[in-house]
């Protein structure tokens, strides 16, 4: 069992930046895959980014490439996701996920592939 507690969200103008922060604490001796994904009020969770265990593999959402940027550091059990230009139609809860991997390069944009969630941390960007 791992549990992620994010932090980092808030009210921001369109045009600014937030750090979001995915603490991990745990059983994190093993490997996982993370991933941020959002959900917009009436909308469907959906994905915004993914970083592999040993950080070689990352992958965006079409909305996210450009001005999101996931990181990771491993020692201090955290995932990140940069934040910057943001939108309005980025306004969502932002959720952190993990995946217990074999592979350290393994990845994914599926929300179903990932076994543990954080409560989600709220950003909200206005006009």
């Known amino acids: 069992q791992v549990q992620l507690v994010e932090s980092g969200g808030g009210l921001v103008q369109a045009g600014g930046s937030l750090r979001l922060s995915c603490a991990a604490s745990?059983?994190?001796?093993?490997?996982?895959?993370m991933g941020w994904f959002r959900q917009a009020p009436g909308k469907e969770r959906e994905f915004v980014a993914t970083?592999?265990?040993?950080?070689?593999?990352?992958q965006y959402a079409d909305a996210a490439k450009g001005r999101f940027t996931i990181s990771r550091d491993n020692a201090a059990n955290r995932v990140y996701l940069q934040m910057n230009s943001l939108k309005p139609e980025d306004t969502a809860v932002y959720y952190c996920?993990?995946?217990?991997?074999?592979?350290?390069?393994?990845?994914?944009?599926?929300?179903?592939?990932?076994?543990?969630w954080g409560q989600g941390t709220q950003v909200t960007v206005s006009s």
């Open positions: 970083i592999s265990w040993n950080g070689g593999m990352i």
């Open positions: 996920a993990a995946r217990p991997v074999i592979s350290p390069s393994y990845y994914s944009d599926q929300h179903h592939d990932y076994n543990y």
């Open positions: 745990g059983r994190t001796s093993i490997m996982y895959t």
